[in-house]
Structures are given as structure tokens and as C-alpha cells.
């Protein structure tokens, strides 16, 4: 998908959550990875990309969802989900 610059991630964002949450994980995280390219700084596509990548239960993915959940904390420090979803990876 090509992505412009101006363009705003929150229908990638969306569509990416709806994948997620009719299972569809794999194509969810690559709409939320192409939201995140248009808006590195988002704090809540950071936290739902780290969420998701921790439901695919892979090792090399925990790290990533950690730094993702780690920024995503650092940009919005009143995230209760952010700080749920850190839980999540120390669990593992």
C-alpha cells in the first residue's frame, strides 16, 4: 500500500484492530506496522502493535512489543492498557 505523508494512520489503525479482533493477527499487524509508518509517534498504535505482536507468542516478538509498549508508555505515561500490556510480556 502505498502511503503518503499526509495522510493520516487512524483508518489503517482501525482496520488493522478490526483484523486483529476477528482473528486475523498476521494482517492485522500489517495494517497497524503501515499506521505506525505514517505515524512513528502515535502512542496508541505503538501499544496495540506490541499487544498484538505478543498474541502471535513468538520469542522475537516479545522484545519488539516490549520497545513498542516501552515508547508507546514514554509518549502517553497515563496509559493504564500500555502498562497492562508490559505486564503481559513479563509474564511470558
Given at each position: 500500500?502505498?502511503l503518503?505523508?499526509?495522510?493520516?494512520p487512524i483508518?489503517?489503525?482501525r482496520?488493522?484492530?478490526?483484523y486483529?479482533r476477528?482473528?486475523?493477527?498476521?494482517k492485522g499487524?500489517?495494517?497497524?506496522?503501515?499506521?505506525?509508518?505514517i505515524?512513528?509517534?502515535?502512542?496508541?498504535?505503538?501499544?496495540?502493535?506490541?499487544?498484538?505482536?505478543?498474541?502471535?507468542?513468538?520469542?522475537?516478538?516479545?522484545?519488539?512489543?516490549k520497545?513498542?509498549?516501552?515508547?508507546s508508555?514514554?509518549?502517553?505515561p497515563?496509559?493504564?492498557?500500555?502498562y497492562?500490556?508490559?505486564?503481559r510480556?513479563?509474564?511470558?
Amino acid at each position: 500500500m502505498e502511503l503518503s505523508k499526509e495522510s493520516s494512520p487512524i483508518p489503517l489503525f482501525r482496520l488493522g484492530w478490526a483484523y486483529i479482533r476477528n482473528n486475523n493477527i498476521i494482517k492485522g499487524i500489517e495494517c497497524l506496522e503501515d499506521a505506525l509508518k505514517i505515524d512513528p509517534n502515535h502512542a496508541e498504535i505503538l501499544n496495540k502493535l506490541g499487544e498484538s505482536l505478543i498474541q502471535v507468542e513468538k520469542e522475537a516478538n516479545f522484545e519488539r512489543a516490549k520497545q513498542l509498549i516501552q515508547r508507546s508508555i514514554k509518549l502517553d505515561p497515563t496509559s493504564s492498557e500500555a502498562y497492562t500490556n508490559l505486564g503481559r510480556i513479563y509474564r511470558k
